[in-house]
């Protein structure tokens, strides 16, 4: 019986110095792993610590989510499903019904929920505004009547989002949307959940000088 002691304790002291090795190995190749990518009209940067093998293609795809959601609520590309959305609202004389995608219903529903926040300090559809002062970039002020009929064509309260995110429902003729405000913002969280799937738990993200952690 002594025998038999003798030879477990010395399987499990051999066992225990051989995991020591292992964990030496493990902290060795786990380290911050970096990624960067011009989004949105700046650099975004994401950190992570880890190993590279695993943490760098979860940093890829969250700047990919980024990306999508670039494609999606951007006003500056004709081709963007914000942009398309606005055109078709412009020529809107009573409000409608549009169907939307889930990613533009969500941005959509979270700068509205802002807006009811804020007390309408904050409004995603300025659309009109940002479009009539973005015009006189050359010097050129815009005119109080073009600024009066902008304002006509704003206010946060003339929408509403569908909660299970297939369409936003307008009242007041002629919305434009812009969610310069917040578009990062919601890119950022919906990154954070690419990584939280990844079994991420800790990463800074540096977008433009807005920052999560």
């Not at 950190?47 to 795809?61: F, I």
């Not at 002062?133 to 929408?159: I, K, L, Y």
């Amino acid at each position: 019986m002594r025998l038999l002691r003798v030879i477990a304790i010395s399987a499990l002291l051999a066992m225990c110095c051989a995991a020591v090795p292992m964990a030496d190995q493990a902290s060795r190749t786990a380290g911050w792993v970096l990624r960067a990518r011009y989004l949105m009209g700046t650099y975004c940067e994401v950190r992570a610590w880890g190993e590279p093998e695993v943490v760098g293609p979860a940093l890829d795809r969250a700047l990919d989510r980024i990306a999508r959601l670039e494609q999606v609520m951007t006003t500056w590309s004709a081709d963007g499903e914000l942009a398309r959305l606005n055109e078709r609202l412009a020529s809107d004389e009573k409000g409608g019904v549009y169907p939307v995608s889930s990613d533009l219903a969500r941005a959509l529903g979270a700068a509205r929920s802002w807006a009811e926040r804020s007390g309408g300090r904050f409004d995603p559809t300025v659309g009109s505004l940002s479009r009539v002062w973005s015009r006189s970039h050359g010097g050129d002020r815009p005119s109080d009547s073009q600024v009066a009929a902008a304002v006509a064509r704003t206010g946060w309260r003339g929408f509403e989002v569908d909660p299970s995110g297939a369409w936003v429902r307008t009242t007041r003729p002629g919305l434009r949307f812009d969610l310069g405000g917040i578009g990062k913002g919601v890119a950022l969280d919906a990154a954070a959940e690419v990584l939280a799937e990844a079994g991420i738990d800790s990463a800074l993200f540096n977008f433009g000088g807005q920052v999560l952690a």
